[in-house]
């Protein structure tokens, strides 16, 4: 009896380190959800493009933390005060952040202008700077980042990256091989991984959209919203400068691994709020949010 009560007493304090007080396991979402979003955080010293980063980032935690995603993946992060504002603003929903440490001077050492934030732990399993590049994107130091997050009922890897804007088919070819090689590089089975970010590979180009999907050996979906352009000039008054230029770039790709959801989701999101007399367009993008039931 007495050696009965001595392993009771044992596997309830097990139970009581797996389970913390005060967490209830059936109360934690049945939900997997990824972000992507281009905020377009150009450093402040290119007044002439009268995009304000720091303002938006004053506005932009609030409808980020509205949509509540488990992750978000943002690009063009590149102005160290407006990402100080929105790191602060996220952080009571986001408390885990990754690719801050790779600031350098006005630039980003490794996967250039891309930062992650999570709801739950969460930590860098490596960072590439992508070998061909064109151009300024060539300062930025584009590159992918892969994190590990520990979702309480499953976890995942993510990727974020922004591969090349032009440049030709080659370049952007060599990027998807290069971000596909470091999906593969940590496989594990069982775990499914995204790739998330705005890969400026448009969605009904027949070469380039394959290749990237096949260097991947990622999947895509249909977008279920109504708005089905993640940059659309007809709509968003911060690139408006060509309405016929509609297009999908951002993706939240997926790579099972073995894994699979009960259901899937893709949706867009326009977030906007009025930030001057001209503007109400908190990005030049619109956000990809990624949804999988457990």
């Not at 990027?175 to 790739?195: C, D, I, S």
């Not at 867009?268 to 009025?274: D, K, L, S």
Request: proline share 4%; with cysteine.
């Amino acid at each position: 009896m007495k050696n009965f009560l001595l392993v009771s007493a044992l596997l309830f304090s097990l139970t009581a380190m797996c389970f913390p007080t005060g967490m209830n396991y059936d109360t934690i979402p049945n939900e997997l959800s990824i972000m992507t979003y281009n905020v377009k955080f150009l450093p402040r010293g290119a007044v002439f493009i009268h995009h304000h980063p720091v303002i938006r980032a004053r506005l932009l935690p609030a409808v980020l933390m509205k949509e509540s995603a488990d992750v978000i993946v943002v690009q063009e992060a590149f102005d160290g005060y407006a990402n100080r504002v929105l790191r602060r603003k996220l952080k009571p929903m986001y408390p885990y952040c990754a690719g801050w440490k790779n600031r350098k001077v006005i630039t980003y050492k490794r996967a250039g202008g891309v930062l992650m934030f999570s709801k739950y732990p969460m930590k860098e399993l490596e960072s590439i700077t992508y070998s061909k590049c064109k151009g300024i994107d060539c300062i930025g130091h584009k590159g992918s980042m892969l994190v590990e997050v520990e979702h309480p009922k499953q976890k995942f890897q993510v990727l974020g990256t922004h591969m090349q804007a032009g440049g030709g088919n080659e370049i952007k070819k060599s990027q998807h091989e290069e971000a596909g090689t470091l999906l593969k590089r940590h496989e594990e089975k069982g775990v499914p991984q995204f790739a998330a970010g705005d890969f400026n590979t448009h969605k009904v180009d027949t070469v380039l959209y394959p290749h990237l999907l096949k260097a991947m050996c990622c999947e895509d979906g249909e977008i279920c919203t109504d708005l089905k352009f993640t940059t659309d000039h007809l709509l968003n008054d911060m690139g408006n400068y060509n309405p016929s230029k509609r297009s999908v770039i951002d993706f939240v790709l997926f790579k099972s691994n073995g894994w699979l959801p009960k259901e899937t989701k893709r949706c867009v999101f326009a977030f906007e709020q009025q930030w001057n007399k001209k503007h109400k367009s908190l990005s030049d993008h619109n956000a990809v949010v990624l949804r999988m039931k457990l």
